[in-house]
């Protein structure tokens, strides 16, 4: 079982020192990020890491370095600005070894619409299908690499460590082809819905079921006439009743 690569819009980055070195990047973690304000359309992060900081952009007099390999946009959209070969400049010490993914937001609480959360399950899946990864150990957040003090990125699953779990269980399912993406239901929207993994509830409980074999000798639609053979067949030793049965 594999799963098909998501749709994917490609938006290449020119390389430059600011945000596209062109350094090799032998990946083993896939780090998410969120890309800080709410309610920003992914295209317009997109547009700053090509448009603006690979062509040299400084604040406070210093030259902005900043990249990542994919976007995901409020409405599922993914983007790639740099191959999975290639580093990019967006989880600090672990740009040597992890695939950055910056996510849109939404709300106060900087959650995810439900076609972010399906794209960004379809994509790590798909990422660590593609390059051997396990869903449960190799996905990470940017906070992971930097700690709390530094950062807290993507600033929802780090504030609601449940849901980065759940998060990467709904990419593990959906890599095992447990699930379906179609299926993936949104665990951060406070609607209180997760994925449901299809025929697992009985999967513990052991069946004492058996087959039993029932000898009829006959069928009456008068009941007194179904007593009466019933009585006969008592007689003569077999141990017989009378069962009603809708026809
Ligand atoms: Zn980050």
């Known amino acids: 079982m594999s799963i098909k690569k998501p749709n994917v819009v490609e938006k290449w980055q020119k390389k430059n020192k ?3 070195p062109g ?35 400084k604040v406070n007099g210093k030259y902005v370095y900043a990249s990542a390999h994919y976007v995901i946009d409020l409405d599922g959209t993914i983007y790639q600005l740099i191959p999975t070969n290639e580093r990019c400049y967006a989880t600090n010490e672990a740009n040597s070894y992890a695939i950055a993914i910056e996510v849109a937001t939404t709300g106060k609480d900087n959650h995810y619409t439900d076609a972010t959360y399906k794209a960004m399950v379809h994509l ?11 869903c449960k150990k190799d996905v990470i957040t940017h906070t992971d690499v930097v700690g709390k003090n530094y950062k807290l990125c993507p600033v929802y699953m780090v504030k609601n460590p449940s849901k980065m779990t759940q998060f990467k269980l709904d990419c593990y399912n959906l890599k095992a082809g447990k699930i379906n993406v179609k299926d993936i239901k949104n665990c951060t929207n406070g609607k209180g819905e997760v994925t449901k993994v299809p025929n697992t509830t009985n999967n513990n409980t052991t069946t004492t079921e058996k087959t039993v074999y029932r000898v009829i000798a006959g069928s009456y639609s008068n009941k007194d006439t179904a007593e009466k053979q019933a009585k006969e067949l008592k007689k003569k030793g077999y141990d017989a009743f009378v069962a009603p049965y809708n026809v």
């Open 18 to 20: 600011y945000g596209r």
């Open 124 to 134: 790590v899946a798909w990422l660590c299908q593609y390059k051997g990864l396990d």
């Open 23 to 57: 350094t090799t990047l032998k990946a083993t973690k896939v780090a998410i990020h969120y890309t800080g304000e709410a309610d920003v359309p992914g295209k317009n992060t997109v547009s700053y890491f090509n448009n603006v900081v690979a062509n040299g952009y």
